[in-house]
C-alpha cells in the first residue's frame, strides 16, 4: 500500500495495475500464439497442443505447453514468429477478450496510467501494450545475437510481480492505485492496491487470497 503524504494540490491521476491472461484475455497470449506458430508451420504440434485444446483449463497441459513452446522458440529469431500478424489476429477477436479490458481502455482515454505485469512473453505483451498504448513488465525472452537462447526471465510468481512494482513505480504519485487479477500470484499485484478486482477466480484462489489476507473488492464473473 501506498504511503500517505501530504500536498497542496489534489491528486486526481489513477495508476491501474493489471494482470493479462485470465484478467483481460480468455485464454493465454503465449498458447494463443503457440496455436498460431503451429497453424502456420513453424514450430510442430506435439500432440500437447491439441490436447490442451480438449480440455483447455487442465493446468498441467497449459504448463506442458508452455514449455514445448519455450523449447521449440530455442535458435529462433522473433522477427520470423509473425508477431505483427499474431497480435493483430488476436487484437481483432473479440472472443479472446473480456470486458476488463474496455475497463483500462477508458482509464486511459481519461489520463490514467496503465500497466500491464503478466508471464506472457515480452516480445508480444510489447507489441500488444504499445497498440493500448500501455506499459508493461513481462516474462523476459532472452536473446544472443537475435536468436532466442531459451532461456527466460519469468514474471510469474507474487514476488516477482510485487518486486516489479516497488522497483518500478512511485505509487505516492496517484489518488488511486487499483489492481487486477485472475489468480494467487496476482497478490503480487493487489498488495500494493487501494482497489483489487478479481477476475472469474476459482475457489482455490480465493482461499490462497484469504491465506495472505488479501483483501478483494469486488470479484468480476464473466
Same mark, same amino acid.
Given at each position: 500500500?501506498?504511503?500517505?503524504?501530504?500536498?497542496?494540490?489534489?491528486?486526481?491521476?489513477?495508476?491501474?495495475?493489471?494482470?493479462?491472461?485470465?484478467?483481460?484475455?480468455?485464454?493465454s497470449?503465449?498458447l494463443g500464439?503457440a496455436?498460431?506458430?503451429i497453424k502456420?508451420?513453424?514450430?510442430?504440434?506435439?500432440?500437447? $497442443?491439441?490436447?490442451w /485444446?480438449?480440455?483447455?483449463?487442465?493446468?498441467?497441459?497449459?504448463?506442458?505447453l508452455a514449455?514445448?513452446?519455450?523449447?521449440? *522458440?530455442?535458435?529462433?529469431? =522473433?522477427?520470423?514468429?509473425?508477431v505483427?500478424?499474431?497480435?493483430?489476429?488476436?487484437?481483432?477477436?473479440?472472443?479472446?477478450?473480456?470486458?476488463?479490458?474496455?475497463?483500462?481502455?477508458?482509464? /486511459?482515454?481519461?489520463?490514467?496510467?496503465?500497466?500491464? =505485469?503478466t508471464?506472457?512473453?515480452d516480445?508480444?505483451?510489447?507489441e *500488444?501494450?504499445? /497498440?493500448?498504448?500501455?506499459?508493461?513488465?513481462?516474462?523476459? $525472452?532472452?536473446?544472443e545475437?537475435?536468436?532466442?537462447?531459451?532461456? =527466460?526471465?519469468?514474471?510469474?510468481?507474487?514476488?516477482?510481480?510485487?518486486?516489479?512494482?516497488r522497483?518500478?513505480?512511485?505509487?505516492?504519485?496517484?489518488?488511486?492505485?487499483?489492481?487486477?487479477?485472475?489468480?494467487?500470484?496476482?497478490y503480487?499485484?493487489?498488495?500494493?492496491?487501494? =482497489?483489487? $478486482?478479481?477476475?472469474?477466480?476459482?475457489?482455490?484462489?480465493?482461499?490462497? *487470497?484469504?491465506v495472505?489476507?488479501c483483501?478483494?473488492?469486488?470479484?468480476? /464473473?464473466?
Amino acid at each position: 500500500m501506498k504511503n500517505t503524504i501530504t500536498t497542496t494540490k489534489e491528486m486526481t491521476r489513477c495508476l491501474y495495475l493489471s494482470d493479462m491472461d485470465g484478467t483481460l484475455t480468455r485464454k493465454s497470449l503465449v498458447l494463443g500464439h503457440a496455436g498460431f506458430l503451429i497453424k502456420k508451420g513453424i514450430i510442430e504440434d506435439t500432440g500437447i $497442443y491439441g490436447a490442451w /485444446r480438449e480440455d483447455m483449463k487442465n493446468e498441467k497441459l497449459i504448463v506442458a505447453l508452455a514449455q514445448d513452446y519455450q523449447r521449440q *522458440l530455442k535458435d529462433k529469431r =522473433i522477427e520470423d514468429l509473425m508477431v505483427d500478424e499474431f497480435i493483430e489476429e488476436f487484437l481483432g477477436n473479440e472472443n479472446n477478450w473480456y470486458n476488463t479490458l474496455e475497463m483500462l481502455i477508458v482509464a /486511459r482515454n481519461f489520463g490514467d496510467d496503465v500497466c500491464l =505485469i503478466t508471464g506472457s512473453s515480452d516480445f508480444l505483451v510489447k507489441e *500488444l501494450a504499445e /497498440r493500448l498504448n500501455f506499459k508493461w513488465f513481462a516474462t523476459k $525472452y532472452h536473446t544472443e545475437n537475435g536468436i532466442l537462447t531459451g532461456e =527466460i526471465t519469468g514474471m510469474f510468481a507474487d514476488f516477482q510481480k510485487d518486486e516489479v512494482i516497488r522497483n518500478n513505480f512511485d505509487l505516492s504519485e496517484y489518488s488511486t492505485v487499483i489492481g487486477l487479477g485472475d489468480t494467487a500470484s496476482d497478490y503480487g499485484i493487489f498488495k500494493h492496491c487501494d =482497489i483489487s $478486482y478479481l477476475v472469474d477466480p476459482t475457489k482455490e484462489t480465493l482461499e490462497k *487470497l484469504i491465506v495472505k489476507g488479501c483483501k478483494i473488492d469486488r470479484i468480476i /464473473r464473466e
